[in-house]
Nanobody
């Protein structure tokens, strides 16, 4: 059983950056691809970014491409999401997720909710204009 704990959320002004982190425990971190999703009030949870176990492949939603960078530190069992040029529409609860994935399954797989096995509790990001 993998446990995921997010941190780094908060309230920022539009245009400012924010870095989210997720600490994983309870499993072999390199067995898992890691991802970030978000859910705004009244909306469905949506894909933000994903990274394969090695860190060699990353995938982004079009809405954040060019503004966000996902990275992982396999020595520390952490995954991070650096978000730049934040917009009010980025306001949401951000969730870290993990899926057992010993090889790269591609962007279509990772951008869907269904495959993801483990979820964190979420961290709130609020961007004001």
């Amino acid at each position: 059983q993998v446990q995921l704990v997010e941190s780094g959320g908060g309230s920022v002004q539009a245009g400012e950056p924010l870095r989210l982190s997720c600490a994983a425990s309870g499993g072999t971190f390199t067995n898992y691809a890691m991802g970030w999703f978000r859910q705004a009030p009244g909306k469905e949870r949506e894909f933000v970014a994903a990274i394969t176990w090695s860190g060699r492949n990353t995938y982004y939603a079009d809405l954040v491409k060019g503004r966000c960078t996902i990275s992982r530190d396999n020595a520390k069992n952490t995954v991070s999401l650096q978000m730049n040029s934040l917009k009010p529409e980025d306001t949401a609860v951000y969730y870290c997720a993990a899926v057992r994935s010993p090889f790269n399954r591609g962007s279509y797989y990772y951008s869907n909710l269904a495959p993801w096995e483990y979820w964190g509790q979420g961290t709130q990001v609020t961007v004001s204009s």
